[in-house]
């Protein structure tokens, strides 16, 4: 299987909004009780406009997407959503330990968020050895540190 990025395009944003939507159908259901078309779009939007955003493929076949943000000493996972159909392949795995290797290498840690009840990213990220930081009444936020990071460092 080859995983490669490219770039999002202003011609990739309705193909987007399908990739969230299906990603995300059972997770708003678990948190907010039933699909909610304005919080989808909000969502949508506010992700579009923050940019940064690379389409994932897999042997040439576009499967998700992620954004990921460069910041001077952290690299922050914005999103990444894989389509349903291709879960549970190492797809989004294998996008993420590149991610964390790229940052590691500079020194850098990498954060990101995910929703209370969206348990298997919970075990993944677990697994590649992101900490929890803090929670909040819809979200969890994650670090995942380098390993030659000082201790205090580790945690934040």
Excluded at 103 to 131: E, M, P, Q
Aim: hydrophobic residues 35%; glycine residues 10%; proline residues 3%.
């Amino acid at each position: 299987m080859r995983i490669t990025l490219r770039p999002a395009q202003r011609t990739d944003e309705a193909w987007l909004e399908g990739v969230r939507r299906a990603a995300y159908q059972d997770l708003f259901k678990a948190t907010w009780g039933g699909w909610d078309e304005t919080r989808h779009r909000r969502h949508f939007e506010e992700s579009w406009r923050r940019g940064h955003i690379s389409i994932v493929e897999s042997d040439g076949v576009s499967v998700g997407m992620v954004q990921v943000f460069d910041g001077a000493d952290t690299v922050e996972v914005g999103e990444i959503q894989i389509l349903p159909r291709y879960q549970n392949r190492g797809i989004g795995r294998r996008v993420l330990v590149d991610v964390i290797d790229a940052a590691h290498k500079i020194g850098k840690r990498v954060l990101l968020s995910l929703g209370l009840k969206n348990d298997g990213a919970y075990r993944l990220y677990g697994s590649l050895g992101f900490h929890e930081l803090s929670r909040s009444d819809t979200h969890i936020h994650m670090s995942c540190v380098p390993e030659h990071a000082p201790m205090d460092r580790r945690r934040k």
